[in-house]
Nanobody, 121 residues
């Protein structure tokens, strides 16, 4: 299986910035889409941003103009640069990968364990 590890979360004041990283372990045979989702207690998980193998991006309306998703294919890592953070951005952020595992040659969706982002003064 593909193992995803998120990092970079923490406590930040409103207006501040954080950069999240999602590293995929092992080798990926083919990359289709990776993205970031977030979830708060009592609410369903929601899309934040996605990026394709062609570097086409998609953002939730709530984060457009503030967040930027990018990737480093050589490191099998996806990043989420978050600027102008607001209290409503507080959530657990999860990395998702739609990839083919080289070990199995199967395409599937994989999830990380999540990293907490708290925006508070």
């Amino acid at each position: 299986q593909v193992h995803l590890v998120e990092s970079g979360g923490g406590l930040v004041q409103p207006g501040g910035s954080l950069r999240l990283s999602c590293a995929a372990s092992g080798s990926i045979a083919r990359f289709y889409v990776m993205g970031w989702y977030r979830q708060v207690p009592g609410k369903q998980r929601e899309l934040v941003a996605t990026i394709t193998s062609a570097r086409s991006t998609n953002y939730a309306d709530a984060v457009k103009g503030r967040f930027t998703i990018s990737r480093d294919s050589r490191k099998n890592t996806v990043y989420l640069q978050m600027n102008s953070l607001k209290p409503e951005d507080t959530a657990v952020y999860y990395c998702n990968a739609d990839v083919v595992d080289r070990a199995t040659l199967l395409r599937d969706d994989y999830w990380g364990r999540g990293t907490q982002v708290t925006v508070s003064s």
